[in-house]
């Protein structure tokens, strides 16, 4: 197979690679290097109007696709991004900084995303309600809700998107897509994929450009009917005010505040390996990273002692380079907000066990860091860290484990570690998260439902339960039978 040039600095719309309609375009750095990759378009509420337009106009030929040939395509899609995985691994680790081998990962998530709702396409049941009338027939069936906007974040630039792309495709629906400007390249590589896989003009969309007009368009207009959005809790709160005036569906996965519980009765050394993954994957900038560690009084300074020797092993660096196990920030906000949490809970009585500096590999960079004796009175114990920073707190009884977890207003992911199994379900069980890694820090899979309860986020991504969001509920009674 002939390689695809996937680095595109033009939007996609209708088929076509495009400039902004002001000309205006924006630089994409390497959050490792500072080196200028590229520029990307600088769209505007124009961009994304015709993006729309494109989406709209293209969705009654895709809907009216059988689910087999929108699944075939979607296929394609996926055996595309698996035969262009390394480079857009490569892509991915420059604009976005983290380790080769996860940006690998990601791309392979991409994939599975695809393939799994290439599946389910044809998957999309219906009911026959057993009619209360003897001449009429009670049908359900389900239809693509229309045009989705979607709107993606820097910190997974492909597969966040995929798991976008995937259920709104397969369902019917034609989309106009939004990437962080951090990160635009992962996302325009989806237009090149597509136009390869022969997905119809118009059906996929993606537009760069000033995130305020674009999401101003796509909550407004009323030819979009949905919203997808990752991202953080205080966009997600405007997008869903924006998009109540035309009452657009809405899926949101926002912020996180992972609470990770180890037991006096955990497995230690698997604790120890769970708590370096859901904490340092993405130099700990994702939604499910773990944010605040508990750990009973009678295993805290055993925790403490092998967690530090497995931190102290951990490879800072170019994300490029072989072996590096931890990248920069995204970038030097993102490193300021990072110092700012940790000087404040050195100030409230931190002990900083190591780390708590900037990393000398480069300017967006800080040391794997841990801090003892952390509390509630530290701000890392209500924000979201997004760096790799491990405060550990502890406690003593179940109970006031549980009540710590849950004392926030997020509840995306959570984790705990134990070898009870009765604890296992009674803690489980009593944890407000939509996601729980009982013994598992690592739990994010295409086959199972993503998404939070209370401020974390509305809908689930992933499995089967991810496509009913791109779906309408038509019910149909047919009388004078
Ligand atoms: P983060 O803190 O991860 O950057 P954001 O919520 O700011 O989280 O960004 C997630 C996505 O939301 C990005 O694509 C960003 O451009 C977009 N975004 C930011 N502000 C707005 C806005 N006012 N309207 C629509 N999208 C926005």
């Known amino acids: ?35 200028i990759i590229g520029t990307a378009p600088n769209g505007g509420a124009a961009d994304a109007r015709r993006a729309i337009d494109a989406a709209s ?132 590589a989806y237009g090149v994929l597509a136009e390869a896989a022969g997905i119809p003009k118009g059906v996929l969309n993606i537009v760069t450009g000033d995130a305020k007009q674009i999401g101003g368009e796509l909550t407004s207009s009323s030819k979009v009917a949905k919203i997808s959005f990752t991202g953080s809790t205080a966009v997600g709160k405007l997008l869903l005010r924006q998009g109540a005036e035309t009452v657009k569906k809405m899926s949101m996965e926002l912020g996180g505040n992972a609470p990770f519980l180890i037991f006096d ?19 700990g900038q994702t939604c499910v990273c773990t944010n605040r560690f508990y750990v009973q009084a009678g295993i805290y300074d055993s925790f ?98 549980i009540a710590a977890a849950n004392n926030t207003e997020y509840g995306l992911a959570c984790y705990f570690y134990t070898q009870d199994l009765a604890r296992a379900f009674r803690v489980s069980e009593a944890l407000d998260y939509g996601i729980v890694g009982v013994n598992d820090g690592l739990v994010t899979t295409e086959v199972a439902p993503f998404g939070g309860f209370k401020e974390s986020g509305v809908g689930r991504e992933g499995s089967r339960y991810g496509i009913e969001d791109y779906l309408e509920i038509k019910y149909v009674s047919l009388g004078g039978l």
């Open 57 to 188: 106009a293209a969705f009654p030929a895709w809907r009216a696709k059988t689910a087999a040939e929108r699944a075939n395509l979607l296929r394609r899609l996926h055996d595309l991004i698996l035969a262009h995985q390394d480079e857009l691994a490569l892509l991915l680790t420059r604009e976005q900084g983290k380790p080769l081998a996860e940006a690998k990962g990601e791309v392979g998530m991409s994939a599975a995303y695809i393939l799994w709702f290439a599946e389910e396409a044809r998957r999309v049941y219906g009911d026959i309600i057993p009619s209360p009338w003897p001449d009429r027939r009670l049908l359900v069936t389900k239809q693509p809700v229309g045009v989705v906007g979607a709107i993606t974040p820097w910190n997974f630039p492909s597969s966040m998107l995929a798991r976008k792309i995937g259920p709104a495709l397969a369902a019917g629906c034609t989309i106009v897509a939004k990437p962080a400007a951090q990160t635009p390249y992962s996302a325009l």
């Open 265 to 283: 009765d955990a497995d230690l050394e698997r604790a120890v390996s769970g708590a370096v993954a859901a904490k340092f994957r993405n130099a």
């Open 304 to 401: 403490l002692e092998e967690f530090d020797a497995a931190v102290a092993a951990l490879r800072v660096g170019n994300g490029s380079e072989e072996g590096t196990q931890i990248g920069p920030l995204i970038d030097s906000s993102a490193l300021a907000k990072v110092e700012d949490l940790v000087g404040d809970a050195r100030e409230h009585g931190g002990r900083i066990v190591r780390g708590g500096e900037r990393h000398t590999a480069g300017e967006n960079f800080y040391a794997p860091t841990i801090i003892a004796e952390a509390s509630t009175r530290m701000r890392l114990a209500r924000e979201e860290i997004f760096g790799p920073v491990a405060p550990i707190f502890r406690f003593d009884t179940e109970d006031e484990a």
């Open 1 to 35: 197979m002939t390689k695809l040039d996937l680095l595109r600095s033009a939007n996609f719309i209708n088929g076509e690679w495009v400039p902004a309609a002001s000309g205006a375009s924006f630089e994409v750095t390497n959050p490792a290097t500072g080196e």
